[in-house]
């Protein structure tokens, strides 16, 4: 009974889908209408009413307004854009420089708010918008902008690993840990990748003129993004 309930409940979620309905407003309609069916109303009618407050009333749940805090905080003190302003003084040399510079200070600003969306707006106003002045290629400078959101999905503090680490019921400091080397990884890939396309295909990047640009120039742009350490 429980096997075809199951199929059954699966036949009507996958219904409501594609009569357009929420998929929040079909999950809890099939999960309801099936506790009824197997266990009556009356758990059923418990479980709606306690199973939403105790999730959202999970501790682990208030990491993340702290990281949307933190996020509007580097947004308003202009550390994003201080930021990609030093990425670009390392690497603007390169071929395809300001794209490679849009990686790294992606994800230097995916390291404070954690979010794959406030990563991909950030860059695609800052950086975006530098790169078509300059003559990039526009498929280049959206692609680029829009990939480095993913590496905020990765490196710490990162709201999807909070939530993931919440419903697989493991800890979440761990989880956290662990998204730290595939997210450096992913970004120096992007950078490598950005490299061997401009180099091939110079013209999706022109290279800028930084020839006035010294050590110390480089070095003294770090001293404003120091608090994103």
Do not use: Q
């Not at 009333?57 to 201080?82: D, Q």
């Not at 993931?164 to 998204?179: Q, T």
């Amino acid at each position: 009974m429980s096997v075809e309930a199951g199929f059954l409940s699966l036949g009507i979620l996958i219904a409501l889908l594609a009569i357009r309905v929420p998929i929040g407003v079909a999950l809890i309609a099939v999960a309801f209408l099936g506790l009824w069916y197997l266990r009556g109303f009356g758990p059923a009618f418990g479980s709606l009413r306690s199973t939403p407050f105790d999730f959202v009333a999970h501790w682990t749940l208030s990491a993340v307004p702290m990281f949307i805090l933190m996020s509007a905080v580097a947004s308003r003190t202009g550390l994003t854009t201080a930021l990609y302003g030093s990425m670009r003084l390392w690497f603007g040399r390169l071929p395809g420089g300001l794209a490679i510079a849009t990686s790294f200070a992606g994800a230097g600003f995916a390291a404070i708010c954690g979010s794959s969306l406030a990563t991909t707006a950030a860059m695609g106003k800052i950086a975006v918008p530098e790169m078509l002045r300059v003559g990039y290629d526009r498929g280049l400078a959206a692609g680029c902008a829009a990939a480095v959101g993913t590496v905020g999905a990765l490196i710490p503090p990162s709201i999807i690993m909070v939530i993931y680490a919440l419903f697989a019921e493991v800890s979440v400091s761990k989880m956290l840990i662990a998204g730290i080397v595939p997210g450096l990884i992913t970004t120096l890939v992007y950078a490598v990748m950005i490299y061997l396309r401009c180099t091939a295909n110079p013209e999706l990047a022109p290279r800028l003129d930084l020839s006035g640009i010294t050590l110390r120039d480089k070095v003294r742009s770090l001293r404003r993004v120091w608090p994103s350490a």
